[in-house]
Structures are given as structure tokens and as C-alpha cells.
């Protein structure tokens, strides 16, 4: 239950949500403002629910929208235009920014930039400027109008140069910009600027140091706080009315290594209200209590105003990684929706909270537990909060069913529309946590998507569409209007238009555009709305183009570009080798705090593709301590049990792609290709 500032002396490590100060009451007719005739937010508006008001494109005549222009991109584009007096302003991925006429496409001036931002997630806007946060901490403003460089906000030695890849929020002349590589060991913070003039105001660090409200959810006999994480990957959400921005934090650091971080690790994973003027914390609620699983709180929150059980409530809707719903006060930060704290599997070494927060009744966006039928023979399919221990070196766990992917919602149905990731992960640690391991997705994996609309006043799911292509982090999400539909981008480059309240596909375009899901790196490339000359338009800025739509357009379809798999395939570098190590060392350097480590994968093939002449002899040397014997899948070859420190050769006389792995440790895979003479 929350507590209010007088009664909180210390966060308790249980502590679930927190009040720091007496809420402010809004006053009446401040509710939420969606998206119009501009879209002037990165979620069309600053409460995020990328929605648009208008509603002349419609179920009924949404079968005659057509292409009205289609314009090339310099590079890719791969976040939502926005659209602000007569401008529509697209960003690139390495951070250029192109001012178009709404109308037609045309250029009206470029802008690029000295040092790089991250432009996948866009730019934020507000007083007649255009945010940009950079790779080096620093934050951007240029006008509008002009494309010129209004200032330039450069930190001090007390921030960190550690990079900035989201938009700015805006709200009350103040610009929030947020820091993302915490994952670097360093820790995620938020920056409060004036927006006129680039003046510091305030920064907050997710960790809380010495002295500070949360730090005693940290070890107190090390300094492990210093590296904690807590990236703040997407951008802010606000409420101007009550003058609050909130944050979404990222997972603790290191990401799997709980045995050297006792405590639930506040303030990662968890939804943050701070006063836009001072940055003063005004509640937070934590969603996963000591991660040890990389799980990003990292979907935009959705702010919005609805009747729960008779009452009308100011609401902020957190998705958490594992697709399950909470549906939070925005004002208190205390649960609308009522929470219960379950039990889950434990782990001392892992020092694993007994339980985790779960809304009662709402349905979960995806699958809890792993199908084994959709990863490769020889590994344990697990679940969601399943500890990561060595002694499991095969666990398979279901990962990002909800992350960084925007959802939407519809004041008219009073649903959310979340786009889902089905794409389980090989999750692996080695013997210290210190090191930062990449959940793995293997060849032969199977992978697919979900399209589902939820009841924002239950979180019950409504409807749900299983789509053929994953979409993990690189998908913009969804656009709803008021016209019923939503819009939303396939990886095959197809746009789509659903009826909002049944799910029914109603229309379908192919833009030659694929998206840029499945490992290419979070995207807000959605679907848009905005009014030009009287017209609705829909606009996409996707991979090298933007186009725009209208009803009557005749720009025609683009040819289909090659689908994406929905199986995964081998992917990286074949070398040209006639020797293999059973067993890698890869080194991990962090230099935030200082150390170099080796790790010895014993279960790891180096190189793991090697292409090799028919008849030549391919020599297998184990380095690891425990005895290996590697055969080809189709029973072809094989060599003989290899054991500690001796070499094994085999001579292939057939040409092809051999899939091979180890029979004592099937989770050792490789690939081998044999050419002719």
C-alpha cells in the first residue's frame, strides 16, 4: 500500500509503491488532449496513446485509401514523423532531420547534426523547437521553422557521457531528456532543462546513492549501486496539469549477476512520477522486484481518463516485459487495479525476491512459459521468472513478450492495443555475474507475433490476432482513430487497417518497406494521423521512405520486398577454418568499474560457422574440462568422444551444410560447410 511522506522514514526492500508527496487535484476539463489535426508528440500526443481524433478515414470508406506521395530517405527512418505547423518533421537513423510539406513531401531544409542522436525514437517538440537528446549526454534544440541550432545543453562532469537514443519529453516550458546505456554499468538518469533556453534544472539517477530514499534496497557492504542500471530506453510520458513526467527504468546491472546485488534493486524496473519544475520524485511503483532477467520496464506508459468500477480515475497503464498489465493512479502512483505479490520459484544464490506483483484478473499478452515445440532439440523450456543458474546451461525462457514496442489506446473503445513478441531466448550465465551475456536465439528456433486489444478498465484482452512475424523491439506499434480503425505495420512492409473494436482486417497496403523488427533495435516506427487541406492522411516513415495516404490516393502499391522467416536461420560470418575450439573465451571489459574478465563458455564453438574443402581433415580441439563428441545432425559424420585437452579430426567426402552438435551437450551447436575440390 503507498505511504504517504509523513509516514515514510525509510523504503522498506519489499516496498512495492511509495508516495513522496500529498497528491495535486487537477481541476475539471483538464483531461486527457489527443491528437487533432497535428501530430505533435512522438505518441501524437504527450500521454502517449497515439490516437487521432479524426475520424473522416473510417471503417465504412477505409477500402478507397490510396498512396498520395511517397518520398525516399536518405538513410533509414525509423521513428513516427511528427507534424507542427504546416511542417512534418522526419528523423533517420543516425539522426537527420528532414522538415517535409504535409501536402506533398517536398523538402523544406535538412538538419544534421555534429555528433549523432538516436534517431530511432524520434524527437520531441515543444515552444516552437525540435529536442533532440545525443550520443554524448548532450541535448539538442533547433527551431522548427528553420532547421537552425537554437542551443545546445552540454553536461557537466557529474553526467556521464553515456549516450541518449530517446526523444525528449516536453511539458510546462521544460524539456526531460533520458539517459539509456546503463547497461554499460552506469546508471539510467533523467535531465530537466528549460526549454527556451537549454538552463540545467535537475537530474535524477534511477540508483539512489548513499543518503538517498531506495539505496538501502542495495547491497550496504559494496558499491555495487554504482553500476545498477536502470536505462531509460523510451520516451518520457507527461501530464501537464498535474506536472508530472513519468519514466519507465530499466533492469538492474549487471543484468543476470543477483548474487552480487541483495535487495530489490531500486528504483530499475519500475514506473516513476517526478515534478516536471524540480525533478523532486513524487511516487514510484516497482514491477519487478531484484530482475535477474533483463526485464526491461521499457513500453511507453500510456496515460488516460476512465470509469473503473463507477469512479473516474486519472490512469497511467504500465506494460510490463512479460505482457502482464498494470493499471496504476497517475496521481498517487497506488494500483486502480488491485495488485497481489505471488510467489515464484527462489534461488538463494540469486538472492530471488519471494514474489513478484500481478494485477488480479488480467490476462497476460503472450505465453507465460516457453513452447517447447518452437526451439531446437536438447534444451529446457522454462518460464517466466525461472532463476538463471550455470547449473541450467540449456534454459530456454520466454523474452519480451512486451518490450519497448508502443501501445495505443482508444478513448472511444476504451481498449489498448499491444503488439506482442513470441520469440523465446536461450538465457545463459557464466560462473560471476559480472558479465554481460545476450540472450541467444538459434537456428530452427520458431518466432511469431500477437496483435491484441486489451480492456483498459480490466486488463482482460478483448481481442487477439496471432501474426506470422515476431516483432521484438523493432516494431512501431499501432495508431488508433476515431474513424474505429488501427493501423499497424507488418514486417513484410504491409500496412494494415483493423476495425478497432472486432479485430477485423478491413485493408491492406504494401509499402516495399519491411519493418525493422526481430534484432534490428527498437524503432517507433508507427502509422500517423494528421489533417492536410482538409483531408485525413496517414503517414509512415519506415526503413528509406515515408508515405502518405489519403482517401481516393493513386499512388500505387510497391513491389513485395523478401519476407522476413519466421524460422530462424544462421546468420553471422563463415570463415574459411580447418581447426574448431570446443570451448570460447570471450573477454568482458567494464571499464566503469574496471575489470577484465575471461569466460570460459564450455558449451561454445569458436569459430561456430566454418566453411572447409571436400576431403580436407577438420580438427576439433577441446579446451574446456569435460569430454565432448561432435556429429552432424543427419547422422552423417562424427567425430570420436574428444576428451579434456585432445583433438578429434574428421574428413567429409560430400559436399553440403551440415548442422552438427555435441551428443553430451546438445545445446553445443555448429555449422560446417563442405565445398567441392
Request: proline share 8%; charged share 15%.
Amino acid at each position: 500500500m503507498p505511504r504517504t511522506l509523513a509516514l515514510l522514514t525509510t523504503l522498506t526492500a519489499t516496498a512495492g509503491v511509495a508516495v513522496f508527496a500529498v497528491p495535486v487535484r487537477s481541476a475539471p476539463g483538464t483531461e486527457t488532449r489527443y491528437a487533432a489535426a497535428e501530430w505533435s508528440a512522438p505518441g501524437g500526443d504527450w500521454a502517449a496513446t497515439r490516437y487521432s481524433t479524426l475520424d473522416r478515414i473510417s471503417t465504412k470508406n477505409v477500402g478507397q485509401l490510396g498512396g498520395t506521395w511517397v518520398v525516399d530517405l536518405p538513410e533509414r527512418g525509423e521513428a513516427s514523423p511528427l507534424v507542427k505547423d504546416g511542417r512534418m518533421f522526419v528523423v533517420t537513423a543516425n539522426g537527420q532531420i528532414l522538415a517535409l510539406a504535409p501536402a506533398t513531401g517536398s523538402t523544406l531544409w535538412t538538419f544534421k547534426p555534429d555528433v549523432p542522436f538516436g534517431g530511432k525514437r524520434g524527437i520531441g517538440i515543444g515552444a516552437g523547437l525540435l529536442f533532440a537528446g545525443l550520443r554524448d549526454s548532450n541535448v539538442v534544440a533547433i527551431s522548427q521553422e528553420t532547421g537552425k541550432v537554437a542551443w545546445t545543453y552540454q553536461h557537466g562532469p557529474e553526467i556521464p557521457s553515456q549516450g541518449m537514443s530517446s526523444a525528449p519529453a516536453y511539458g510546462n516550458g521544460v524539456v526531460v531528456a533520458v539517459v539509456s546505456l546503463g547497461d554499460n554499468f552506469l546508471r539510467g538518469r533523467a535531465i530537466g532543462l528549460e526549454a527556451a533556453t537549454g538552463k540545467f534544472l535537475w537530474s535524477w539517477d534511477v540508483v539512489p546513492g548513499p543518503g538517498q530514499p531506495g539505496h538501502e534496497t542495495w547491497p550496504q557492504d559494496s558499491d555495487i549501486w554504482k553500476y545498477g542500471g536502470g536505462a531509460l530506453w523510451t520516451t518520457p510520458s507527461v501530464d501537464a496539469e498535474l506536472g508530472l513526467v513519468y519514466l519507465e527504468t530499466g533492469n538492474a546491472v549487471p543484468q543476470f549477476g543477483g548474487e552480487l546485488r541483495r535487495g530489490n534493486n531500486l528504483f530499475d524496473n519500475s514506473v516513476v512520477a517526478l515534478e516536471l519544475k524540480t525533478g523532486k520524485m513524487r511516487w514510484y511503483y516497482q514491477l519487478v522486484h531484484h530482475d535477474i532477467w533483463e526485464h526491461d520496464v521499457s513500453t511507453p506508459l500510456v496515460l488516460y481518463d476512465t470509469a473503473i468500477r463507477g469512479r473516474m480515475h486519472k490512469a497511467v497503464a504500465a506494460m510490463r516485459t512479460d505482457g502482464e498489465l498494470f493499471i496504476l493512479d497517475r496521481e498517487t502512483g497506488k494500483p486502480i487495479l488491485p495488485v497481489e505479490e505471488r510467489p515464484v520459484k527462489q534461488n538463494a544464490f540469486l538472492n530471488t525476491s519471494p514474489t513478484q506483483p500481478f494485477t488480479i484478473g488480467a490476462e497476460r499478452i503472450g505465453p507465460e512459459c516457453v513452447d517447447k515445440a518452437m526451439i531446437p532439440p536438447g534444451f529446457v523450456a522454462g518460464c517466466y521468472f525461472d532463476p538463471i543458474t550455470i547449473e541450467t546451461p540449456n534454459l530456454y525462457l520466454p523474452h519480451m513478450n512486451m518490450r519497448q514496442t508502443p501501445m495505443a489506446y482508444s478513448p472511444q473503445t476504451q481498449f489498448l492495443y499491444a503488439t506482442s513478441c513470441v520469440n523465446p531466448a536461450w538465457m545463459k550465465r557464466a560462473l560471476t555475474g559480472w558479465e554481460f551475456i545476450q540472450p541467444t536465439r538459434l537456428p530452427g528456433q520458431k518466432q511469431y507475433g500477437l496483435l491484441a486489444a486489451i480492456d483498459a478498465r480490466t486488463a482482460k484482452i478483448v481481442w487477439q490476432k496471432r501474426l506470422p512475424y515476431s516483432e521484438c523491439e523493432g516494431s512501431g506499434g499501432a495508431l488508433a482513430t476515431a474513424g474505429g480503425l488501427l493501423f499497424h505495420q507488418e514486417p513484410d512492409g504491409v500496412l494494415q487497417a483493423y476495425d478497432a473494436r472486432t479485430g477485423d482486417l478491413l485493408w491492406q497496403f504494401q509499402t516495399g518497406q519491411p519493418g525493422l523488427g526481430g534484432g534490428a533495435g527498437p524503432s517507433g516506427a508507427a502509422a500517423i494521423s494528421y489533417q492536410s487541406a482538409g483531408d485525413q492522411m496517414i503517414a509512415l516513415a519506415n526503413n528509406r521512405a515515408v508515405w502518405a495516404f489519403k482517401i481516393g490516393g493513386a499512388v500505387p502499391q510497391a513491389p513485395a520486398p523478401p519476407p522476413p522467416p519466421i524460422v530462424r536461420e544462421w546468420a553471422g560470418r563463415i570463415e574459411d577454418a580447418t581447426t574448431i575450439q570446443v570451448g570460447a573465451v570471450r573477454t568482458f571489459t567494464i571499464a566503469a568499474a574496471n575489470k577484465k574478465i575471461d569466460w570460459l563458455n564450455e558449451y561454445e564453438l569458436a569459430p561456430a560457422r566454418v566453411r572447409a574443402k571436400v576431403g580436407a581433415p577438420v580438427t576439433f580441439s577441446n579446451t574446456t574440462k569435460t569430454a565432448h563428441t561432435l556429429a552432424a545432425r543427419d547422422g552423417s559424420w562424427s567425430t570420436m568422444t574428444i576428451q579434456a585437452g585432445a583433438t578429434g579430426t574428421v574428413i567429409i567426402q560430400k559436399p553440403g551444410t551440415y548442422e552438427y552438435i555435441c551428443r553430451e551437450h546438445p545445446w553445443t551447436i555448429g555449422q560446417l560447410v563442405v565445398t567441392g575440390p
